[in-house]
Antibody
Framework: EVQLVESGGVVVQPGGSLRLSCAASGFTFDDYTMHWVRQAPGKGLEWVSLISWDGGSTYYADSVKGRFTISRDNSKNSLYLQMNSLRTEDTALYYC???????????????WGQGTLVTVSS | SYELTQPPSVSVSPGQTARITCSGDALPKQYAYWYQQKPGQAPVLVIYKDSERPSGIPERFSGSSSGTTVTLTISGVQAEDEADYYCQSADSSGTYTVFGGGTKLTVL
């Protein structure tokens, strides 16, 4: 059974930093592109970032480019999101999501975690 | 930036057919995907590549595409189908993944 378990969400002040983690199991983690998707309270879904199976390619939404960094450790079956210069508008539930395709990404999500809540507030 | 447009809400009675549309200029070139999200839960993929249904998704869920609009159709709507539905696709270059704003399906 595929499982994605996010952690690391807390309350942080504007301008602060945070690292989110996602522990994956139930599939061959290093075969798949992985994504972060977020959802502000009461709002819709927003794709944030993706990383290729080997970490060699990364992409970001314009709203986080230059502030967030996605990474992975295939030896630990883990995905990360380093979030710097946080803004109030970054407040959201952050989901880790598995891409459907392997070895080439399909750019859609067949499994999602339950999310970790990041609140940016003074 | 590229946008996908969905109606904010759709209402149907049980047993009727619900149709949720999603419009975007790149949809003739890019596949669309649909997710169902119930309150307090993570999204669930219900349609991929415009019209394919993942295993475990009921047959009453179907998808279609015509020009710049894709449609999620739920035939014989049941109370359990009440949820938010999001379309997802990519811009014409395939670089950016985007979601529609979401449609709240209410079963009257």
């Amino acid at each position: 059974e595929v499982q994605l378990v996010e952690s690391g969400g807390v309350v942080v002040q504007p301008g602060g930093s945070l690292r989110l983690s996602c522990a994956a199991s139930g599939f061959t983690f290093d075969d798949y592109t992985m994504h972060w998707v977020r959802q502000a309270p009461g709002k819709g879904l927003e794709w944030v970032s993706l990383i290729s199976w080997d970490g060699g390619s990364t992409y970001y939404a314009d709203s986080v480019k230059g502030r967030f960094t996605i990474s992975r450790d295939n030896s630990k079956n883990s995905l990360y999101l380093q979030m710097n210069s946080l803004r109030t508008e970054d407040t959201a539930l952050y989901y880790c999501a598995k891409d459907n395709g392997a070895p080439h990404p399909q750019y859609y999500f067949d499994y999602w975690g339950q999310g970790t809540l990041v609140t940016v507030s003074s | 930036s590229y946008e996908l447009t969905q109606p904010p809400s759709v209402s149907v009675s049980p047993g009727q057919t619900a149709r949720i549309t999603c419009s975007g200029d790149a949809l003739p070139k890019q596949y669309a995907y649909w997710y169902q999200q119930k309150p307090g839960q993570a999204p669930v993929l219900v349609i991929y590549k415009d019209s394919e249904r993942p295993s475990g998704i009921p047959e009453r869920f179907s998808g279609s595409s015509s020009g710049t609009t894709v449609t999620l159709t739920i035939s014989g709507v049941q109370a359990e189908d009440e949820a938010d539905y999001y379309c997802q696709s990519a811009d014409s270059s395939g670089t950016y993944t985007v979601f529609g704003g979401g449609t709240k399906l209410t079963v009257l």
